[in-house]
Nanobody, 120 residues
């Protein structure tokens, strides 16, 4: 019903940058909050950043000042610009999209994940 396509992950050296993208497609009445989450080996999934429909953002303390989240509502796409990357940023990054269906149901969909590896 709703498909999410993630891109932008890869291998980068400490201090480098990556930009993740997540595009949603399908049938829904609206997209509400969108988010980026990550999960490192042996750790629980944690929220990295969220953005509301009107563009209000929240960031995990660990990424504040380094990551910037944005969205393009016309393209149903969310982005995560990651600068000054650290080895501890290494994780699988997942996007989430909260949607309201045409039947007024609220649902959350998840992307397949993209690997971000920060290493020398």
């Amino acid at each position: 019903q709703v498909q999410l396509v993630e891109s932008g992950g890869g291998l980068v050296q400490p201090g480098g940058s990556l930009r993740l993208s997540c595009a949603a497609s399908g049938s829904f009445r609206s997209i509400n909050t969108m988010g980026w989450y990550r999960q490192a080996p042996g750790k629980q999934r944690e929220v990295v950043a969220t953005i509301t429909r009107d563009g209000s953002t929240n960031y995990a303390d660990s990424v504040k000042g380094r990551f910037t989240m944005s969205r393009d509502n016309a393209k149903n796409t969310v982005y995560l610009q990651m600068n000054s990357l650290k080895p501890e940023d290494t994780a699988v990054y997942y996007c989430s999209v909260d949607i309201t269906t045409f039947f007024w149901e609220n649902r959350r969909y998840w992307g397949q994940g993209t690997q971000v590896t920060v290493s020398s």
